[in-house]
């Protein structure tokens, strides 16, 4: 019988949508989650689904979670004032509970730890250049699983992508632009409309995901892979495309200045966090795809337009 693969975070954006694709190929899933009902809703019944109550923050109930499961998917995440110390945390008791099943690590990264770049696409080997107290600690994250994996005996691979959209992710980035338009209102980004911006579908990550971890020793004890997902060269385009798989393509879109996010952000502490990474939506980060395209030729992503029409019906 298929070893369950441990999915945490598994009512979040990744999580939730690398359980869902595993659900779908009949793999069995195990989910060490706080909130059954909210898995539940997410999740659907399912009998290869099994959800263990707990919290990674407890390495008992981690422990107990991992046994006898084939890999360890470290979608964990906390809102952005509880990243510190939280998410330390969590990654040291991930790590010490796959190396006791022998369990490899997947770990969906981000841009962050990159820092501002150049307009050229960036590929694995790009330095990590952080500016910001979240792309440090990103950084030092990244640097804990890369030595865990040093003597070959933990494998880790880090799938880093650009902003989420999807069914399962519901966050104060995409809510305001899929959730109003299906609802017919405006449409209300932030970041400057003329430049590039990278999207990844969670769905075709969630596949990217467990297509990676079965290649096994076919990659190196430590891998990074980037996920290209979509590249608009403008994002005022990918509003406007939102906009029409609405069926409200002559909707506004007004993008939130800066100054009221700054206002916000006195009484929000998520938005004030958010402040720091203003360069990403005033300058383009864009991650190079070769490499994955490379392990997994066969590999296809849901045409953007259908991504995008699936998203907006998920808040209907």
Known sequence: MTRPILTLGATGSFGAGVAQ??????????CLIRNPGKARSLLGENPALELTVGDVQDPASLERAAKGCE????????????????????????????????APILFPGNVYNLGPQSDRPLTEDAANQPNTKKGTLRAELE?????????????????????????TVRNGLVDPIFGNAAHARTLRPIGKMDIPHQ???????????????????????????????YVVPRQDEFFRMVARAAGHPDLAVRPVP????????????????LMELR???????ILDGSKLRHLLPQSADTPIEEAVRLTVASYR
């Open 21 to 30: 694709e595993l659900l779908r190929r009949d793999r069995p899933v195990r």
């Open 71 to 102: 890999a360890i998917v470290h979608a964990i995440n906390y809102p952005y004032p509880q990243w510190i110390p939280f998410m330390e945390r969590a990654t040291v008791n991930v790590i010490d509970a796959a190396r006791r099943e022998g």
């Open 258 to 273: 800066w100054w009221i996010l700054r206002l916000v952000g006195l009484f929000d502490g998520v938005v004030r966090e």
């Open 199 to 229: 999207w990844a579908f969670v769905p075709d990550l969630g596949k990217a995901a467990i297509d990676l971890l079965a290649l096994g020793d076919q990659l190196r004890p430590f891998e990074v892979v980037n996920f290209a997902g």
């Open 143 to 167: 640097e804990m699983l890369r030595r865990a994996a040093e003597d070959g005996s933990l494998r880790v691979i880090i799938l880093r992508a650009g902003d989420y959209f999807g069914p």
């Open 279 to 285: 360069y990403l939506f005033d300058t383009g980060v």
